[in-house]
């Protein structure tokens, strides 16, 4: 079994993404809501949370996301997730 790209909790902001026809805007933060997914061919699905009430899942590697450090955002609790 593939170790996950993303663990549970992870924070993440949105760079692109490329082939949603109602995309999350970039620049977007939001919590990964579970363990990243392998679906083959060396792509993930991650569902998330966004900070902006949506629920949309990333796909890697065509969406593209960068890491929150943990110290540079903490506008949503623990207790939020």
Known sequence: MLDPLYRAGD????VHMPDD???IPVGTKGTVAMD???I???RWQTAMKWDNGRTLSIVS???KVR???NDEDS???PNDI
């Open 11 to 14: 924070r993440l902001e949105l």
């Open 21 to 23: 026809p109602s995309p």
């Open 36 to 38: 990243s997914t392998h």
């Open 40 to 42: 083959g061919k060396g």
């Open 61 to 63: 590697p065509e969406d």
């Open 67 to 69: 890491i929150l450090p």
């Open 75 to 77: 506008s949503v609790a």
